[in-house]
């Protein structure tokens, strides 16, 4: 799956893995599912993105200042990734930060996209506990933010809603210099 996004990002946002009815059919992370509609709307409230999100890879959005990983780069069965598969993509997901130049902060969206996050980033999981709005500055001073996921599950029961989503990317925003 192709990452999407501002190459010059100083923001990645990492995903867990491609979604089936989203970037799987689609090609292009969180399009076409649920979570987008949350994740896109945010990004375009906070200047991160420009033009319409209509959840198709045509829709001429894109991003400025972000990018979007996954911690896993193929659709996991029941969209639960073993750890062998998680394992197996972290060089992936390494590679990728390593190639944006200015990147400052990472917002990691579940508990397996910041342990991946975290790892790839050089640092360690006991002095690293998620926790929604809880920021890490790692070894390589890049600053890590969990949050929820913005799956439609996490929306549904409430874990998750606009206010507490917004809250990260508002965080975010202060690391950004």
């Known amino acids: 799956m192709p990452v999407f996004g501002d190459p010059e990002a100083w923001l990645a946002v990492v995903g867990l893995a491609p979604g089936k009815h989203g970037a799987n ?3 292009r992370p969180f399009t076409g599912d649920f979570a987008g509609e949350l994740l896109y709307r945010t ?3 906070f200047g991160l993105a420009q033009g319409t999100y209509a959840a198709r890879p045509d829709d001429g959005l894109r991003l400025t200042g972000a990018m979007i990983l996954n ?3 193929c659709l996991p069965p029941e969209n639960k990734p073993v750890p062998a598969e998680i394992h197996e993509c972290r060089p992936f997901l390494e590679a990728q930060l390593a190639a944006l130049p200015r990147l400052r902060v990472v917002v990691a969206l579940g508990q397996i996209a910041h342990q991946s996050a975290v790892k ?3 640092g ?6 998620f926790g929604h709005g809880a920021a890490h ?6 600053v890590l933010i969990d949050s929820y996921h913005c799956s439609r599950y996490n929306q549904n029961t409430g874990r998750l ?3 507490m989503f917004e809250s990260v990317f508002a965080q975010a925003l202060e690391y950004r210099a």
């Not at 360690?124 to 506990?129: D, E, G, M, N, W």
């Open 43 to 45: 990004l375009l409230k």
């Open 120 to 122: 790839a980033l050089g």
């Open 124 to 129: 360690k999981l006991p002095k690293a506990k």
């Open 25 to 27: 059919r689609t090609g």
């Open 71 to 73: 911690a896993v780069k």
């Open 161 to 163: 809603n606009a206010a």
């Open 137 to 142: 500055r790692l070894p390589s001073g890049i």
